[in-house]
């Protein structure tokens, strides 16, 4: 009997043991079923509240019907925050309170809530934003060391931030009136290198080329031009020490008696001389001379 339970199919091991422990299988399932609910519905709440939170935070600076005042946009936007405190929405909400309260010149509290973002959101992709805004508060304020060292900061500890062109210009334009020069000059070529198509790389080479006009011992040297190998047109010639030829030699003999075909080349005592040769002195008398 034992090897014919060893034989059954899986399946039916599995209905054997559902029917043996019925209560306890319909009790995992129900549990099971009712993490799964609550699941669902915590995901589903928590997409609601970033929908809600979001549609909240769109709705902040909409002029109100029949109103012609527009509404305190900082404190909606802070409200937005403290309703939905644990939301992407409330993050945004709080850095777009404080931009609101710089633009409405306060900056001492836009620093602050620009520092609480960053303590509160450091991992956030809108870091760069809030340190920039710490930095334009001091600027702003007139406060220009505490401005300088704030640019700085972000540009040495935060170089992929997407503000970091708008943190260069500000800086150079300090370092500009702080008759830094050299400096201002290094951050403005950056700008207008990295962003030669943007409104401010565009500002920043119409403010080196300022800065040259004003500074000219800043502006690039041209290179030497190279010198070409002189060629002496007057160099020695080089002297021909070969006799020319004799224009008067002796032209070959017209005379001479042409070989016939066949016949023995002449003596060596018949090749005629020169005609201008001196001919040998002789006394012999010639055969019909008159005797004396």
């Given amino acids: 009997m034992e090897s014919e339970v ?24 129900a549990i099971l079923a009712g993490v799964a609910l609550i699941t669902w519905y915590v995901v589903w709440q928590k997409a609601q509240k970033e929908l809600t939170a979001s549609e909240a935070l769109s709705n902040v600076g909409l002029p109100q019907p029949g109103s012609a005042t527009k509404p305190d946009t900082a404190d909606a936007y802070m409200k937005v925050a403290a309703m939905y405190p644990k939301s992407a929405a409330a993050a945004r909400a709080k850095l777009l309170a404080a931009g609101s309260l710089f633009v409405e010149g306060k900056y001492t509290e836009a620093r602050t809530q620009f520092d ?11 870091t760069g934003q809030a340190l920039l805004g710490i930095a334009a508060c001091w600027d702003a304020q007139g406060k220009t060391n505490d401005a300088i060292t704030a ?18 210009f ?10 830094k020069p050299e400096q201002a000059k ?36 041209p290179a030497p031009l190279a010198s070409a190998p ?19 030699a002796m032209p070959p003999l017209s005379n001479a008696t042409p070989l016939q075909p066949g016949s023995a080349p002449p003596p060596a005592s018949a090749v005629l001389t020169p005609t201008n040769a001196t001919p040998p002195a002789t006394n012999a008398t010639p055969p019909n001379a008159p005797k004396p």
């Fill in 230 to 248: 002189v060629s002496l047109t007057n160099a020695a010639q080089p002297l021909i020490t070969a006799t020319p030829a004799t224009t008067n």
């Fill in 186 to 221: 290094s951050l403005f070529e950056d700008v207008n290198r990295s962003e030669p198509y943007s409104s401010v790389g565009s500002e920043a080479g119409m403010r080196l080329e300022e800065l040259l006009a004003k500074h000219p011992e800043l502006a690039p040297k």
């Fill in 6 to 29: 060893v034989q059954l199919p899986l399946w039916q091991k599995a209905w054997a043991w559902f029917e043996t422990n019925r209560k306890q299988a319909v009790w995992g399932a």
């Fill in 151 to 168: 640019y700085k900061n972000l540009v040495d500890h935060h170089p992929g931030e997407s503000v970091i062109p708008q943190a260069k």
């Fill in 116 to 126: 609480r973002f960053v303590r509160e959101h450091h991992d956030s992709p809108y």
């Fill in 170 to 179: 500000a800086l150079a334009r300090l370092y500009e009136g702080e008759n």
